[in-house]
């Protein structure tokens, strides 16, 4: 069974910084391109980053140069750390694995940023 287990959201600063988590079981974890994603209150899912097997980064016009994505294949982990954020940047974050292989996609069930004084 394939569990992706977001964690590190809640409440910050105007400014702050953030880092947020994810943890993946029941997947070769290695092989697959990770990202997270992000939906926003009355908005559509939009790609935040991804990260692929062999490292390539990839990340949203709106986030370039404040939020940076890294991987540990050894504890199949993935990371989001965010600073300088922005109120817009509120918003569920949501995990992405993606077996290129096969095109399958697996999601976690998100966490909450709230960016707010």
């Known amino acids: 069974q394939v569990q992706l287990v977001e964690s590190g959201g809640g409440l910050v600063q105007p400014g702050g910084s953030l880092r947020l988590s994810c943890a993946a079981s029941g997947i070769i974890f290695s092989i697959n391109t990770m990202g997270w994603y992000r939906q926003a209150p009355g908005k559509q899912r939009e790609l935040v980053a991804t990260?692929?097997?062999?490292?390539?980064?990839n990340y949203a016009d709106s986030v370039k140069g404040r939020f940076t994505i890294s991987r540990d294949n050894a504890k199949n982990t993935v990371y989001l750390q965010g600073s300088s954020l922005k109120p817009e940047d509120t918003a569920v974050y949501y995990c992405?694995?993606?077996?290129?292989?096969?095109?399958?996609?697996?999601w976690g069930k998100g966490t909450l940023v709230t960016v707010s004084s």
């Open positions: 992405n694995a993606r077996n290129v292989i096969i095109a399958v996609d697996y």
């Open positions: 990260i692929t097997s062999g490292g390539k980064t």
